[in-house]
């Protein structure tokens, strides 16, 4: 018993001893001139070399930790001369202590009320030796806030000791609410990385208050563990299990991504000219592919859509050439027509017709039914049949028409050649309804229309074989 209390009494010694050094060192590091980086690592040191030596005698104790305090004042009012410095330690201290203030505030939900005093005690020992000072504004609002829960642990640690069975009851029930939620949080469907994401997150949130709750003297508590393991395996499994497959789906993403970089690469070098269309329709591809890697997926976007800008600028550049021989041909379309006004003879009309023809762009509707007009009445006036003219008209037009121009007149025609046929099929139908010795006049009637109508569908053909 004696040779305990001598070794009791040579730790107090030995711990006084290496308080009184820590504090010359802070004496000596104060009125040192080393620069101010190696000063704040010197100072850290000495403060957590502070916190891990034990007790010293209680009527050592109050002189000692006042010495300290001085120098640790002394100290931040040396180095705070420097502003640059002093405005990031205030700010980084903020950081800490609010830190510590979230970590004592977990420990308030703790269900085992004593092991929540105690972890306490290591979170006030680091508020108290271990943090700096922050601006004025924040220091009494942290001080108070830490204050308050602190109360709180202690208070809750006498309730508990006084009433510990009814604090056993609650954090039973505790324990059976946050398993209840817990297996709720993991039979929701998730489909997608980031539902996932949130789902770990809430899933975590409620582990961690039933860990907290700590072990409870009651024979239901190991029936509630046994439950939370296996509820926390099958979340575990589930986890494990899409993550696995979404490695899977992120490979597969990638290479499809990695293919339409190769195939633009490949037209690239091809020197290909791609249209708008072909752009929107791989810009679509590209887009539609989902869950990639942030970092892969941010870096082949850069290159797969670097390439696609040059091949839009590509297209720029031809449209902007195709722009300029349009302009030529335009201005020579305007020469030839003019010269066709001006000169027209029966001789040369074929020729001139040709070089229009020969112009490597459509000429506009407008002049072309200008140039129709214009020759329809100079046929007219040397004294052409209309039929002569207007065959004449519909061969000149055609030459001189795009392909989907012609296309389009095609349809035209052959629809009015569809509508003739069913007039002159209704019209022979009705002829078998009339009597010709009491309707003379209407079969006679009818008999016309249907010559009329076969005289238009002859025309209609004869100007389709224009177009073909």
């Not at 943090?131 to 709180?152: A, C, Q, R, V, W």
């Not at 609410?177 to 539902?195: G, P």
Request: charge should be positive; aromatic fraction near 8%; hydrophobic fraction near 30%.
């Amino acid at each position: 018993m004696n040779e305990n209390k001598r070794k009791i009494s040579i730790n107090f010694k030995e711990n006084f001893q290496k308080k009184t050094k820590l504090i010359e060192s802070l004496k000596n590091l104060n009125l040192s001139k080393v620069k101010i980086e190696e000063k704040e690592k010197i100072f850290n040191s000495i403060r957590r070399k502070w916190i891990s030596v034990g007790k010293v005698p209680s009527h050592q104790s109050f002189n000692l930790n006042n010495s300290y305090k001085h120098q640790i004042k002394l100290y931040y009012d040396l180095v705070y001369l420097n502003h640059d410095f002093k405005e990031k330690n205030l700010d980084k201290n903020l950081i800490e202590k609010k830190d510590l203030i979230n970590n004592i505030k977990k420990i308030t939900d703790y269900g085992n009320k004593i092991k929540a005093y105690k972890d306490s005690l290591i979170i006030i020992k680091r508020w108290n030796f271990l943090t700096g000072p922050t601006k004025h504004s924040h220091e009494t609002k942290l001080n108070k806030e830490f204050d308050n829960y602190i109360k709180k642990i202690k208070d809750s640690k006498k309730d508990y000791l006084i009433n510990k069975e009814k604090h056993i009851k609650q954090s039973l029930e505790n324990k059976k609410n946050l398993i209840v939620t817990m297996k709720s949080i993991c039979d929701q469907e998730c489909k997608d990385k980031i539902s996932w994401i949130k789902k770990i997150k809430s899933y975590e949130k409620h582990k961690e208050k039933f860990i907290n709750i700590g072990p409870l003297d009651d024979i239901e508590n190991e029936k509630l563990w046994s439950e939370f393991k296996k509820t926390n395996k099958k979340f575990l499994i589930e986890k494990n299990s899409f993550f696995k497959n979404l490695k899977k789906e992120y490979s597969n993403n990638i290479n499809r991504q990695n293919e339409l970089i190769e195939n633009l690469k490949d037209l690239q070098k091809e020197d290909k000219v791609l249209t708008n269309k072909d752009l929107q329709a791989l810009k679509k591809k590209f887009n539609n592919v989902e869950n990639v890697p942030y970092k892969k997926n941010k870096n082949n976007r850069k290159v797969f859509f670097d390439l696609l800008n040059y091949f839009y600028e590509k297209i720029d550049d031809n449209l902007s050439e195709k722009r300029k021989n349009e302009k030529k041909n335009y201005e020579r379309i305007d020469k030839i027509i003019f010269d066709i006004k001006e000169n027209l003879t029966k001789q040369n009309i074929d020729d001139e017709i040709k070089k229009l023809s020969d112009v490597d762009v459509s000429i506009p509707i407008k002049q072309l039914n200008e140039l129709s007009d214009f020759l329809s009445k100079k046929f007219k006036d040397v004294g052409h049949h209309q039929s002569d003219i207007d065959s004449n008209i519909l061969k000149i037009k055609s030459s001189l028409m795009s392909e989907n121009e012609k296309t389009q007149a095609k349809i035209k025609i052959k629809k009015k050649i569809d509508e003739i046929k069913k007039q002159i099929g209704q019209l022979e139908n009705n002829l078998t309804y009339i009597k010709t010795d009491k309707a003379d006049s209407i079969f006679k009637n009818v008999h016309n229309q249907i010559e009329k109508f076969n005289n238009d569908l002859i025309l209609q053909k004869k100007k389709l074989n224009y177009f073909i």
